[in-house]
Protein backbone atom coordinates (compact mmCIF):
# COMPACT_ATOMS: atom_id res chain seq x y z
CA UNK A 1 0.00 0.00 0.00
CA UNK A 2 1.11 3.73 -0.69
CA UNK A 3 -0.73 6.38 0.52
CA UNK A 4 0.66 9.69 -1.21
CA UNK A 5 -0.75 12.82 0.25
CA UNK A 6 -0.06 16.64 -1.25
CA UNK A 7 -3.06 18.92 0.15
CA UNK A 8 -3.88 22.47 1.20
CA UNK A 9 -6.62 23.11 3.50
CA UNK A 10 -7.40 26.08 5.74
CA UNK A 11 -9.47 26.13 8.79
CA UNK A 12 -10.21 29.67 9.83
CA UNK A 13 -6.62 30.71 11.32
CA UNK A 14 -4.73 27.64 11.14
CA UNK A 15 -3.52 26.01 7.99
CA UNK A 16 -2.79 22.68 7.27
CA UNK A 17 0.15 22.02 4.49
CA UNK A 18 1.08 18.22 4.27
CA UNK A 19 2.94 16.55 1.75
CA UNK A 20 4.19 12.55 2.31
CA UNK A 21 3.94 9.22 0.80
CA UNK A 22 4.09 6.39 3.23
CA UNK A 23 4.09 3.00 2.48
CA UNK A 24 4.33 1.04 6.29
CA UNK A 25 2.25 -1.69 7.96
CA UNK A 26 1.52 0.82 10.30
CA UNK A 27 2.04 4.65 9.43
CA UNK A 28 1.54 7.35 12.42
CA UNK A 29 0.85 10.50 12.01
CA UNK A 30 2.16 12.40 14.87
CA UNK A 31 2.35 15.81 16.80
CA UNK A 32 1.16 17.53 19.33
CA UNK A 33 -2.68 18.89 19.79
CA UNK A 34 -3.43 22.03 17.21
CA UNK A 35 -0.97 20.35 14.84
CA UNK A 36 -3.30 18.94 12.02
CA UNK A 37 -3.11 15.10 12.33
CA UNK A 38 -6.76 14.74 13.27
CA UNK A 39 -7.51 17.44 10.01
CA UNK A 40 -5.67 15.60 7.94
CA UNK A 41 -6.91 12.07 8.64
CA UNK A 42 -10.38 13.30 7.88
CA UNK A 43 -8.86 14.50 4.73
CA UNK A 44 -8.00 11.11 3.87
CA UNK A 45 -11.36 9.67 5.38
CA UNK A 46 -13.46 11.71 2.96
CA UNK A 47 -15.28 13.81 5.88
CA UNK A 48 -13.47 17.08 5.06
CA UNK A 49 -12.79 18.41 1.48
CA UNK A 50 -9.63 20.42 0.79
CA UNK A 51 -9.27 23.23 -0.06
CA UNK A 52 -6.04 22.23 -2.80
CA UNK A 53 -3.96 19.16 -3.47
CA UNK A 54 -4.61 15.75 -4.31
CA UNK A 55 -4.89 12.33 -1.84
CA UNK A 56 -4.14 8.86 -3.51
CA UNK A 57 -3.68 5.04 -2.43
CA UNK A 58 -2.38 2.75 -4.32
CA UNK A 59 -2.55 4.81 -7.16
CA UNK A 60 -6.19 5.19 -6.72
CA UNK A 61 -6.91 8.92 -6.79
CA UNK A 62 -9.61 9.58 -3.69
CA UNK A 63 -9.10 13.46 -4.22
CA UNK A 64 -7.60 15.90 -6.59
CA UNK A 65 -9.17 19.07 -6.49
CA UNK A 66 -7.38 19.99 -10.70
CA UNK A 67 -8.67 17.69 -11.82
CA UNK A 68 -12.31 17.57 -9.66
CA UNK A 69 -12.03 14.53 -8.35
CA UNK A 70 -13.92 13.59 -4.66
CA UNK A 71 -15.04 10.65 -4.21
CA UNK A 72 -17.26 10.82 -1.60
CA UNK A 73 -16.36 8.80 1.84
CA UNK A 74 -19.45 6.08 1.39
CA UNK A 75 -17.54 5.46 -1.56
CA UNK A 76 -13.64 4.81 -0.85
CA UNK A 77 -13.94 2.00 0.97
CA UNK A 78 -11.65 3.66 4.03
CA UNK A 79 -12.51 2.68 7.89
CA UNK A 80 -12.05 4.61 10.42
CA UNK A 81 -11.85 4.18 13.96
CA UNK A 82 -12.77 7.66 16.03
CA UNK A 83 -11.11 8.83 19.86
CA UNK A 84 -15.15 8.45 21.05
CA UNK A 85 -16.05 4.84 19.30
CA UNK A 86 -19.17 6.12 18.02
CA UNK A 87 -21.19 2.86 18.10
CA UNK A 88 -25.12 2.73 16.84
CA UNK A 89 -27.01 3.47 19.81
CA UNK A 90 -30.22 1.73 18.42
CA UNK A 91 -28.61 -1.73 17.69
CA UNK A 92 -26.97 -4.48 19.62
CA UNK A 93 -23.08 -4.81 19.56
CA UNK A 94 -23.29 -7.47 16.46
CA UNK A 95 -25.49 -4.79 14.89
CA UNK A 96 -22.82 -2.38 15.07
CA UNK A 97 -20.35 -5.04 13.28
CA UNK A 98 -22.71 -6.24 10.49
CA UNK A 99 -23.90 -2.42 9.51
CA UNK A 100 -20.95 -1.98 7.11
CA UNK A 101 -21.10 -5.37 5.17
CA UNK A 102 -24.32 -4.53 3.98
CA UNK A 103 -22.55 -1.87 1.72
CA UNK A 104 -19.61 -3.97 0.80
CA UNK A 105 -19.73 -5.78 -2.80
CA UNK A 106 -19.62 -9.75 -1.79
CA UNK A 107 -16.33 -9.88 -4.10
CA UNK A 108 -14.89 -7.45 -2.16
CA UNK A 109 -15.64 -8.88 1.29
CA UNK A 110 -12.36 -10.71 2.59
CA UNK A 111 -13.47 -9.92 6.20
CA UNK A 112 -14.78 -13.12 8.36
CA UNK A 113 -17.25 -12.14 11.46
CA UNK A 114 -16.04 -15.08 13.51
CA UNK A 115 -12.18 -14.15 12.49
CA UNK A 116 -12.69 -10.55 13.53
CA UNK A 117 -14.96 -11.35 16.90
CA UNK A 118 -11.71 -13.82 17.59
CA UNK A 119 -9.19 -11.58 17.01
CA UNK A 120 -10.61 -8.53 19.31
CA UNK A 121 -12.33 -10.89 21.81
CA UNK A 122 -15.98 -9.59 21.55
CA UNK A 123 -17.58 -12.83 21.46
CA UNK A 124 -18.89 -12.05 24.84
CA UNK A 125 -20.40 -8.78 24.48
CA UNK A 126 -22.72 -9.80 20.77
CA UNK A 127 -26.34 -9.36 22.53
CA UNK A 128 -25.35 -6.40 24.48
CA UNK A 129 -25.80 -2.68 23.99
CA UNK A 130 -23.23 -0.07 23.29
CA UNK A 131 -24.36 1.76 26.21
CA UNK A 132 -23.44 -1.23 28.79
CA UNK A 133 -19.83 -1.51 27.39
CA UNK A 134 -16.87 -0.12 28.55
CA UNK A 135 -14.67 2.51 27.38
CA UNK A 136 -12.50 0.04 25.98
CA UNK A 137 -15.30 -2.53 25.09
CA UNK A 138 -16.54 0.10 22.94
CA UNK A 139 -13.24 0.62 21.20
CA UNK A 140 -12.70 -3.21 20.32
CA UNK A 141 -16.15 -3.12 18.84
CA UNK A 142 -15.63 0.29 16.56
CA UNK A 143 -12.51 -1.50 15.49
CA UNK A 144 -14.28 -4.67 14.88
CA UNK A 145 -17.38 -2.55 13.28
CA UNK A 146 -14.56 -1.06 10.77
CA UNK A 147 -12.49 -4.20 9.82
CA UNK A 148 -15.99 -5.74 8.60
CA UNK A 149 -16.50 -3.59 6.30
CA UNK A 150 -13.61 -5.14 3.88
CA UNK A 151 -11.44 -1.33 3.92
CA UNK A 152 -8.92 -1.22 1.70
CA UNK A 153 -6.91 1.34 4.33
CA UNK A 154 -7.77 1.46 7.87
CA UNK A 155 -7.70 4.97 9.84
CA UNK A 156 -7.27 5.49 13.47
CA UNK A 157 -7.63 8.76 15.15
CA UNK A 158 -6.24 8.40 18.34
CA UNK A 159 -8.31 5.42 19.44
CA UNK A 160 -6.81 5.10 22.60
CA UNK A 161 -6.61 8.97 23.81
CA UNK A 162 -9.77 8.98 26.13
CA UNK A 163 -9.25 5.80 27.87
CA UNK A 164 -7.27 5.63 31.40
CA UNK A 165 -4.26 3.26 31.04
CA UNK A 166 -5.05 0.04 32.31
CA UNK A 167 -7.49 0.55 29.28
CA UNK A 168 -4.94 1.53 26.77
CA UNK A 169 -2.76 -1.32 28.12
CA UNK A 170 -5.71 -3.84 27.41
CA UNK A 171 -6.25 -2.74 23.59
CA UNK A 172 -2.77 -2.18 22.59
CA UNK A 173 -2.20 -6.13 22.07
CA UNK A 174 -5.17 -6.19 19.96
CA UNK A 175 -3.65 -3.35 17.37
CA UNK A 176 -0.62 -5.12 17.79
CA UNK A 177 -2.24 -8.29 16.35
CA UNK A 178 -4.20 -6.08 13.56
CA UNK A 179 -1.08 -4.90 12.60
CA UNK A 180 0.72 -8.30 12.31
CA UNK A 181 -2.21 -10.71 11.39
CA UNK A 182 -3.92 -9.03 9.17
CA UNK A 183 -2.70 -7.35 5.72
CA UNK A 184 -4.58 -4.04 5.81
CA UNK A 185 -2.56 -1.16 6.49
CA UNK A 186 -3.29 1.18 9.14
CA UNK A 187 -2.78 4.90 9.10
CA UNK A 188 -3.38 6.21 13.35
CA UNK A 189 -2.86 9.16 14.66
CA UNK A 190 -1.73 9.87 17.84
CA UNK A 191 0.31 12.46 20.25
CA UNK A 192 1.97 9.86 22.57
CA UNK A 193 5.48 8.19 21.79
CA UNK A 194 4.56 5.18 23.64
CA UNK A 195 1.89 4.50 21.26
CA UNK A 196 4.09 5.70 18.34
CA UNK A 197 6.84 3.66 18.91
CA UNK A 198 5.34 0.43 19.67
CA UNK A 199 2.93 -0.09 17.06
CA UNK A 200 4.77 2.26 14.25
CA UNK A 201 6.72 0.96 11.38
CA UNK A 202 6.62 4.32 10.13
CA UNK A 203 6.00 8.07 11.25
CA UNK A 204 5.12 11.11 9.80
CA UNK A 205 5.33 14.17 12.10
CA UNK A 206 3.31 16.56 11.80
CA UNK A 207 3.99 21.08 13.66
CA UNK A 208 1.69 23.57 13.65
CA UNK A 209 0.10 22.05 10.10
CA UNK A 210 3.28 21.08 8.18
CA UNK A 211 5.33 18.09 7.68
CA UNK A 212 8.73 18.46 9.98
CA UNK A 213 9.92 14.69 9.47
CA UNK A 214 9.12 11.19 8.26
CA UNK A 215 10.54 8.10 8.04
CA UNK A 216 10.94 4.66 9.51
CA UNK A 217 9.80 4.88 13.52
CA UNK A 218 13.69 3.76 14.69
CA UNK A 219 14.88 6.74 13.14
CA UNK A 220 11.95 9.30 13.98
CA UNK A 221 11.85 8.69 17.29
CA UNK A 222 15.73 9.17 18.37
CA UNK A 223 14.92 12.64 16.78
CA UNK A 224 14.27 14.28 20.39
CA UNK A 225 13.67 17.53 18.72
CA UNK A 226 10.81 16.34 16.37
CA UNK A 227 8.86 15.67 19.67
CA UNK A 228 6.41 17.31 21.27
CA UNK A 229 8.05 19.39 24.76
CA UNK A 230 5.83 17.43 27.09
CA UNK A 231 6.94 14.04 25.28
CA UNK A 232 10.29 14.72 24.83
CA UNK A 233 11.24 12.91 28.25
CA UNK A 234 9.58 9.69 26.09
CA UNK A 235 11.90 9.91 23.31
CA UNK A 236 14.70 7.38 22.48
CA UNK A 237 15.83 4.57 21.00
CA UNK A 238 13.32 1.94 19.52
CA UNK A 239 15.21 -1.57 19.18
CA UNK A 240 13.09 -5.32 18.48
CA UNK A 241 13.94 -7.74 20.64
CA UNK A 242 13.40 -11.47 21.50
CA UNK A 243 12.59 -12.85 24.25
CA UNK A 244 15.47 -15.26 25.53
CA UNK A 245 14.57 -16.63 28.37
CA UNK A 246 12.97 -15.55 32.10
CA UNK A 247 14.61 -15.34 35.23
CA UNK A 248 12.09 -17.34 37.77
CA UNK A 249 14.08 -16.03 40.60
CA UNK A 250 14.80 -12.76 40.24
CA UNK A 251 11.67 -12.14 38.64
CA UNK A 252 13.23 -10.58 35.02
CA UNK A 253 13.02 -11.71 31.36
CA UNK A 254 16.49 -11.52 29.54
CA UNK A 255 15.53 -9.62 25.76
CA UNK A 256 18.01 -10.75 23.24
CA UNK A 257 18.88 -7.72 20.84
CA UNK A 258 21.57 -6.56 18.17
CA UNK A 259 23.11 -4.16 20.97
CA UNK A 260 23.10 -7.44 23.14
CA UNK A 261 21.47 -8.79 25.93
CA UNK A 262 18.80 -6.52 28.20
CA UNK A 263 17.11 -7.29 31.38
CA UNK A 264 13.79 -6.01 32.38
CA UNK A 265 11.07 -6.89 34.63
CA UNK A 266 9.62 -10.06 33.94
CA UNK A 267 7.08 -10.09 30.35
CA UNK A 268 4.02 -11.63 30.61
CA UNK A 269 5.26 -12.88 26.98
CA UNK A 270 6.39 -16.41 25.83
CA UNK A 271 10.23 -17.18 24.65
CA UNK A 272 11.00 -16.46 21.34
CA UNK A 273 8.05 -13.68 21.13
CA UNK A 274 9.17 -10.28 19.81
CA UNK A 275 9.72 -7.35 21.95
CA UNK A 276 10.05 -3.62 20.51
CA UNK A 277 11.66 -2.05 23.39
CA UNK A 278 12.14 1.28 23.98
CA UNK A 279 14.69 2.74 26.02
CA UNK A 280 14.26 6.31 26.96
CA UNK A 281 17.25 8.62 26.64
CA UNK A 282 16.90 10.32 29.74
CA UNK A 283 17.05 6.24 31.10
CA UNK A 284 20.59 5.83 29.93
CA UNK A 285 23.86 6.60 31.71
CA UNK A 286 26.74 6.91 30.06
CA UNK A 287 30.55 5.38 31.18
CA UNK A 288 33.97 5.65 29.47
CA UNK A 289 35.04 2.21 31.22
CA UNK A 290 33.27 -1.13 31.86
CA UNK A 291 31.42 -0.08 35.21
CA UNK A 292 31.55 -2.41 38.16
CA UNK A 293 29.85 -2.14 42.12
CA UNK A 294 27.36 -0.68 40.14
CA UNK A 295 23.41 -2.00 40.65
CA UNK A 296 22.71 -1.38 37.16
CA UNK A 297 22.16 -4.59 35.20
CA UNK A 298 22.61 -3.57 31.26
CA UNK A 299 26.00 -2.62 30.00
CA UNK A 300 25.81 -2.14 26.69
CA UNK A 301 29.36 -1.09 24.79
CA UNK A 302 29.56 0.73 21.87
CA UNK A 303 30.93 3.64 20.10
CA UNK A 304 29.52 7.30 19.93
CA UNK A 305 28.29 8.36 16.13
CA UNK A 306 27.03 11.43 17.09
CA UNK A 307 26.34 14.24 19.73
CA UNK A 308 23.60 16.68 19.37
CA UNK A 309 22.40 19.80 21.84
CA UNK A 310 19.66 19.05 23.45
CA UNK A 311 16.80 21.28 25.30
CA UNK A 312 18.21 22.99 27.96
CA UNK A 313 21.71 22.07 29.51
CA UNK A 314 21.68 18.63 28.03
CA UNK A 315 22.97 17.09 25.22
CA UNK A 316 22.02 13.76 23.79
CA UNK A 317 24.65 11.24 22.33
CA UNK A 318 23.77 8.27 19.76
CA UNK A 319 25.65 5.17 20.45
CA UNK A 320 26.09 2.35 17.88
CA UNK A 321 26.13 -0.80 20.19
CA UNK A 322 26.62 -3.37 17.05
CA UNK A 323 24.73 -1.54 14.69
CA UNK A 324 21.78 -0.56 16.80
CA UNK A 325 21.96 2.65 18.09
CA UNK A 326 21.09 3.70 21.62
CA UNK A 327 20.51 6.81 22.40
CA UNK A 328 21.31 8.80 25.74
CA UNK A 329 20.40 12.29 26.75
CA UNK A 330 22.95 13.49 29.88
CA UNK A 331 23.82 17.03 31.04
CA UNK A 332 26.22 18.87 29.21
CA UNK A 333 28.89 18.99 32.31
CA UNK A 334 29.05 14.90 32.30
CA UNK A 335 29.70 15.32 28.87
CA UNK A 336 32.62 18.09 29.50
CA UNK A 337 33.87 16.22 32.31
CA UNK A 338 34.10 12.88 30.92
CA UNK A 339 35.43 14.22 27.40
CA UNK A 340 33.05 12.35 25.48
CA UNK A 341 33.52 13.12 21.75
CA UNK A 342 32.82 11.35 18.06
CA UNK A 343 33.98 7.69 18.13
CA UNK A 344 35.04 7.44 21.94
CA UNK A 345 34.24 3.70 23.11
CA UNK A 346 31.61 3.97 26.10
CA UNK A 347 29.54 1.75 27.79
CA UNK A 348 25.62 2.89 27.78
CA UNK A 349 24.20 1.17 31.24
CA UNK A 350 20.42 1.56 31.87
CA UNK A 351 18.59 0.09 34.86
CA UNK A 352 16.59 -2.62 34.59
CA UNK A 353 13.55 -0.62 36.66
CA UNK A 354 14.06 1.89 34.25
CA UNK A 355 11.48 -0.33 32.01
CA UNK A 356 7.52 -0.06 32.41
CA UNK A 357 4.88 -1.59 30.35
CA UNK A 358 4.86 1.81 28.70
CA UNK A 359 8.57 0.91 27.31
CA UNK A 360 8.24 -2.76 26.67
CA UNK A 361 5.30 -2.80 25.27
CA UNK A 362 4.37 -6.45 26.29
CA UNK A 363 1.01 -5.50 28.54
CA UNK A 364 1.72 -4.88 32.89
CA UNK A 365 4.71 -6.51 34.08
CA UNK A 366 3.52 -9.86 36.06
CA UNK A 367 4.20 -9.17 39.78
CA UNK A 368 5.28 -11.15 42.48
CA UNK A 369 4.03 -15.22 40.39
CA UNK A 370 6.31 -16.99 42.85
CA UNK B 1 -71.78 3.31 31.63
CA UNK B 2 -74.69 2.37 28.91
CA UNK B 3 -75.56 6.05 29.03
CA UNK B 4 -72.38 7.29 27.87
CA UNK B 5 -71.91 4.16 24.88
CA UNK B 6 -75.54 4.87 24.13
CA UNK B 7 -74.92 7.11 21.23
CA UNK B 8 -77.32 8.00 18.35
CA UNK B 9 -76.09 6.74 14.55
CA UNK B 10 -75.21 10.72 14.18
CA UNK B 11 -72.86 10.75 17.07
CA UNK B 12 -71.33 7.42 16.22
CA UNK B 13 -70.50 8.94 12.69
CA UNK B 14 -69.06 12.01 14.29
CA UNK B 15 -67.04 10.09 16.93
CA UNK B 16 -65.57 7.30 13.66
CA UNK B 17 -65.25 10.38 11.52
CA UNK B 18 -63.17 12.62 13.95
CA UNK B 19 -60.88 9.14 14.23
CA UNK B 20 -60.75 8.80 10.19
CA UNK B 21 -60.03 12.38 9.65
CA UNK B 22 -57.65 12.39 12.62
CA UNK B 23 -55.61 9.36 11.83
CA UNK B 24 -55.18 10.93 8.07
CA UNK B 25 -54.37 14.04 8.59
CA UNK B 26 -51.27 12.61 10.89
CA UNK B 27 -50.32 9.74 8.49
CA UNK B 28 -50.41 12.23 5.57
CA UNK B 29 -48.33 15.30 7.32
CA UNK B 30 -45.63 12.79 8.24
CA UNK B 31 -43.44 12.78 5.20
CA UNK B 32 -43.91 16.39 4.17
CA UNK B 33 -43.26 17.01 7.89
CA UNK B 34 -40.20 15.16 8.19
CA UNK B 35 -38.81 17.08 5.08
CA UNK B 36 -39.64 20.22 6.76
CA UNK B 37 -37.88 19.58 9.67
CA UNK B 38 -34.82 18.12 8.13
CA UNK B 39 -34.62 21.00 6.04
CA UNK B 40 -35.06 23.16 8.81
CA UNK B 41 -32.77 21.74 11.12
CA UNK B 42 -29.64 20.97 8.74
CA UNK B 43 -29.91 23.35 5.66
CA UNK B 44 -28.36 26.28 5.36
CA UNK B 45 -30.41 28.60 2.31
CA UNK B 46 -31.48 31.54 1.55
CA UNK B 47 -35.23 32.08 2.75
CA UNK B 48 -35.13 29.82 5.85
CA UNK B 49 -36.14 32.03 8.56
CA UNK B 50 -38.93 33.06 5.97
CA UNK B 51 -39.87 28.98 5.64
CA UNK B 52 -40.10 28.69 9.13
CA UNK B 53 -42.15 31.88 9.62
CA UNK B 54 -44.78 30.14 6.83
CA UNK B 55 -44.57 26.71 8.46
CA UNK B 56 -45.46 28.30 12.07
CA UNK B 57 -48.38 30.62 10.30
CA UNK B 58 -51.11 28.19 11.08
CA UNK B 59 -50.18 28.46 15.11
CA UNK B 60 -50.53 32.29 15.08
CA UNK B 61 -53.10 33.08 12.78
CA UNK B 62 -56.67 32.76 14.16
CA UNK B 63 -57.57 29.20 12.90
CA UNK B 64 -60.72 31.44 11.03
CA UNK B 65 -58.50 33.00 9.00
CA UNK B 66 -56.19 29.84 8.39
CA UNK B 67 -59.76 27.72 7.28
CA UNK B 68 -60.34 31.02 4.79
CA UNK B 69 -57.04 30.83 3.32
CA UNK B 70 -57.60 26.99 2.70
CA UNK B 71 -60.92 27.80 1.11
CA UNK B 72 -59.32 30.27 -1.21
CA UNK B 73 -56.80 28.01 -2.33
CA UNK B 74 -58.08 24.48 -2.17
CA UNK B 75 -62.34 25.06 -2.71
CA UNK B 76 -64.09 24.57 -5.69
CA UNK B 77 -62.60 27.38 -7.62
CA UNK B 78 -59.32 28.00 -5.63
CA UNK B 79 -56.25 27.23 -7.88
CA UNK B 80 -54.86 24.20 -5.82
CA UNK B 81 -58.18 22.88 -5.48
CA UNK B 82 -59.23 23.76 -9.37
CA UNK B 83 -56.29 21.72 -10.50
CA UNK B 84 -56.51 18.64 -8.01
CA UNK B 85 -60.06 18.13 -8.57
CA UNK B 86 -59.08 18.31 -12.47
CA UNK B 87 -56.55 16.92 -12.59
CA UNK B 88 -56.41 13.62 -9.96
CA UNK B 89 -59.77 13.90 -8.78
CA UNK B 90 -59.44 14.93 -5.54
CA UNK B 91 -62.03 17.59 -4.24
CA UNK B 92 -61.33 18.84 -0.59
CA UNK B 93 -64.39 21.41 -0.24
CA UNK B 94 -67.44 20.22 1.94
CA UNK B 95 -65.47 16.71 1.94
CA UNK B 96 -64.09 15.03 4.62
CA UNK B 97 -61.07 14.62 3.43
CA UNK B 98 -60.92 18.89 3.12
CA UNK B 99 -61.79 18.56 7.22
CA UNK B 100 -58.22 16.08 7.12
CA UNK B 101 -56.57 19.13 4.74
CA UNK B 102 -57.54 21.39 7.91
CA UNK B 103 -56.62 19.19 10.64
CA UNK B 104 -53.18 18.50 9.42
CA UNK B 105 -52.43 22.50 8.33
CA UNK B 106 -53.36 23.24 11.86
CA UNK B 107 -51.16 20.53 13.45
CA UNK B 108 -48.38 21.03 10.99
CA UNK B 109 -46.34 23.83 12.69
CA UNK B 110 -46.53 21.36 16.11
CA UNK B 111 -45.58 17.96 14.71
CA UNK B 112 -42.24 20.19 12.69
CA UNK B 113 -40.99 21.21 15.90
CA UNK B 114 -41.15 18.24 17.49
CA UNK B 115 -39.23 16.70 14.24
CA UNK B 116 -36.91 19.31 13.95
CA UNK B 117 -35.88 19.18 18.02
CA UNK B 118 -34.85 15.36 17.29
CA UNK B 119 -33.27 15.51 14.33
CA UNK B 120 -31.02 18.45 15.74
CA UNK B 121 -30.29 16.33 18.77
CA UNK B 122 -28.58 13.94 16.63
CA UNK B 123 -25.17 13.58 16.66
CA UNK B 124 -24.01 13.92 13.48
CA UNK B 125 -20.71 12.29 14.12
CA UNK B 126 -22.44 9.12 14.41
CA UNK B 127 -23.84 9.52 10.65
CA UNK B 128 -20.02 10.27 9.96
CA UNK B 129 -19.28 6.80 11.02
CA UNK B 130 -22.29 5.38 9.22
CA UNK B 131 -20.86 7.11 6.13
CA UNK B 132 -16.97 5.77 6.38
CA UNK B 133 -18.69 2.33 6.68
CA UNK B 134 -20.28 2.78 3.09
CA UNK B 135 -23.60 3.90 3.60
CA UNK B 136 -25.08 6.74 1.08
CA UNK B 137 -26.60 9.43 2.67
CA UNK B 138 -30.01 8.12 2.00
CA UNK B 139 -29.13 4.72 3.73
CA UNK B 140 -27.18 6.78 6.48
CA UNK B 141 -30.93 8.48 7.11
CA UNK B 142 -32.86 5.43 6.74
CA UNK B 143 -30.64 3.58 9.27
CA UNK B 144 -29.48 5.20 11.33
CA UNK B 145 -31.27 8.94 11.48
CA UNK B 146 -34.88 7.65 11.35
CA UNK B 147 -34.14 5.01 13.90
CA UNK B 148 -33.09 7.74 16.14
CA UNK B 149 -35.17 10.57 16.07
CA UNK B 150 -38.04 8.04 16.17
CA UNK B 151 -39.39 9.27 19.95
CA UNK B 152 -39.70 12.58 18.11
CA UNK B 153 -41.35 11.32 15.82
CA UNK B 154 -43.92 9.83 17.70
CA UNK B 155 -44.54 12.74 19.58
CA UNK B 156 -45.11 14.83 16.59
CA UNK B 157 -47.54 12.49 15.31
CA UNK B 158 -49.42 12.01 18.58
CA UNK B 159 -49.40 15.70 19.01
CA UNK B 160 -50.56 16.15 15.32
CA UNK B 161 -53.21 13.88 16.23
CA UNK B 162 -54.46 15.32 19.83
CA UNK B 163 -54.83 18.87 17.31
CA UNK B 164 -57.11 17.30 14.82
CA UNK B 165 -59.40 15.68 17.54
CA UNK B 166 -59.90 18.78 18.51
CA UNK B 167 -59.59 20.81 15.56
CA UNK B 168 -62.38 23.25 14.97
CA UNK B 169 -62.73 26.83 13.47
CA UNK B 170 -60.27 26.38 10.21
CA UNK B 171 -62.40 22.69 9.47
CA UNK B 172 -65.96 24.65 10.05
CA UNK B 173 -64.68 27.39 7.81
CA UNK B 174 -63.27 25.43 5.29
CA UNK B 175 -65.50 22.30 4.98
CA UNK B 176 -68.62 23.31 7.27
CA UNK B 177 -70.45 21.09 9.45
CA UNK B 178 -72.28 18.40 7.58
CA UNK B 179 -72.93 15.70 9.49
CA UNK B 180 -72.16 12.09 8.58
CA UNK B 181 -69.38 14.61 5.93
CA UNK B 182 -67.46 16.71 7.82
CA UNK B 183 -69.47 17.01 11.04
CA UNK B 184 -66.16 15.63 13.64
CA UNK B 185 -66.52 15.82 17.53
CA UNK B 186 -65.84 19.60 18.14
CA UNK B 187 -68.46 20.73 15.25
CA UNK B 188 -70.52 17.83 16.73
CA UNK B 189 -70.57 19.43 20.29
CA UNK B 190 -71.08 23.07 18.51
CA UNK B 191 -74.17 21.52 17.80
CA UNK B 192 -75.21 20.06 20.36
CA UNK B 193 -74.99 23.02 22.46
CA UNK B 194 -77.18 25.28 19.82
CA UNK B 195 -79.93 23.51 19.89
CA UNK B 196 -82.18 23.12 23.14
CA UNK B 197 -82.19 19.92 25.10
CA UNK B 198 -78.59 18.97 23.30
CA UNK B 199 -76.91 18.91 26.67
CA UNK B 200 -76.87 15.29 27.10
CA UNK B 201 -75.24 14.69 23.84
CA UNK B 202 -72.78 17.14 24.29
CA UNK B 203 -71.40 16.07 27.56
CA UNK B 204 -71.87 12.15 26.09
CA UNK B 205 -69.11 13.72 23.07
CA UNK B 206 -66.92 15.57 25.45
CA UNK B 207 -66.02 12.85 27.37
CA UNK B 208 -65.49 10.47 24.28
CA UNK B 209 -63.16 13.16 23.25
CA UNK B 210 -61.31 13.27 26.58
CA UNK B 211 -61.42 9.37 26.39
CA UNK B 212 -59.97 8.99 22.97
CA UNK B 213 -57.33 11.87 23.66
CA UNK B 214 -55.98 10.18 26.81
CA UNK B 215 -55.61 7.28 25.23
CA UNK B 216 -53.60 8.44 22.68
CA UNK B 217 -51.80 10.25 24.86
CA UNK B 218 -51.05 6.91 26.96
CA UNK B 219 -50.57 5.20 24.06
CA UNK B 220 -47.53 7.50 22.78
CA UNK B 221 -45.85 7.61 26.15
CA UNK B 222 -45.51 3.57 26.29
CA UNK B 223 -44.49 3.84 22.83
CA UNK B 224 -41.77 6.65 23.21
CA UNK B 225 -40.51 4.69 26.21
CA UNK B 226 -39.64 1.40 24.85
CA UNK B 227 -38.30 3.48 22.25
CA UNK B 228 -35.86 4.97 23.97
CA UNK B 229 -34.66 2.45 26.39
CA UNK B 230 -33.97 0.62 23.52
CA UNK B 231 -31.12 2.97 23.02
CA UNK B 232 -29.91 4.49 26.15
CA UNK B 233 -27.75 6.91 24.41
CA UNK B 234 -23.95 6.33 25.12
Not at chain 1, 22 to 30: E, I, K, N, Q, V
Request: proline share 5%; with cysteine.
Amino acid sequence: MTLSVDIRHSLGDFALEARFESAGRLTALFGPSGSGKSTLINLIAGLLRPNKGRIAVDGRVLVDTEARIFVPMHKRRIGMVFQDARLFPHMSVAGNLRYGRWFTPASERYAKMDAVVDLLGIGHLLDRRPAKLSGGERQRVAIGRALLASPKLLLMDEPLASLDEARKAEILPYIERLRDETKIPIVYVSHSVAEVARLASDVVVLSQGKVAASGPTEAIMQRLDLLPAEERGEGGAVLDTKVLRHDQAFGMTVLGSQAGEIRVPRLARPVGATVRLRIRARDVMIATEQPTGLSALNILAGTITAVRPGIGPTVEIAIDCNGAIVLARITEQSKHTLRLALGRQVFAVIKTVSFDSATTGAGLPVEADG
Amino acid sequence: MNWLLDLTPDEWNAVRLSIKVATVAMIASLPPGILLALLLARGRFWGKTLLNGLVHLPLILPPVVTGYLLLLTFGRRGPAGAFLAEHFGIVFSFRWTGAALACGVMGFPLMVRAIRLSIEAVDRRIEAAAGTLGANPLWVFATITLPLILPGLIAGAILSFAKAMGEFGATITFVSNIPNETQTLPSAIYTFTQVPGGDAGALRLTLISIIISMVALIASEVLARRVGRRMDIE
